[in-house]
């Protein structure tokens, strides 16, 4: 099993920073993908981000792409998502997710999530 617990959430206004932060224990080595998804009130959950084991590879939802940055620190089971130039569309829960590597690539399939930290951005 795993646990993931997301941190780093809060109220900011627009065009400010936030920096999430996903801290993995248990079977962590199953981790290989780590990603970040969102859930606003009254819409669907939808893909933000994610990235390989390596690092090197890394998908973005075009809604962050140039704005979001992904990464991780596998020494430290964590993995982080640097938000910048924050819109008020940005505004939702913000889930931590991880699985094994699969052929469903980066956006589907994730077999942890943690509980999720609210981001607020104020216009």
């Known amino acids: 099993q795993v646990q993931l617990v997301e941190s780093g959430g809060g109220l900011v206004q627009a065009g400010g920073s936030l920096r999430l932060s996903c801290a993995a224990s248990?079977?962590?080595?199953?981790?290989?993908?780590m990603g970040w998804f969102r859930q606003a009130p009254g819409k669907e959950r939808e893909f933000v981000a994610a990235i390989g084991w390596s690092g090197v590879s890394t998908d973005y939802a075009d809604s962050v792409k140039g704005r979001f940055t992904i990464s991780r620190e596998n020494g430290k089971n964590t993995a982080y998502l640097q938000m910048n130039s924050l819109k008020p569309e940005d505004t939702a829960v913000y889930y931590c997710?991880?699985?094994?590597?699969?052929?469903?690539?980066?956006?589907?399939?994730?077999?942890?999530w943690g509980q999720g930290t609210q981001v607020t951005v104020s216009a």
């Open positions: 997710a991880g699985k094994r590597i699969d052929a469903l690539g980066f956006r589907r399939g994730y077999d942890y």
């Open positions: 248990g079977r962590t080595f199953t981790m290989h993908i």
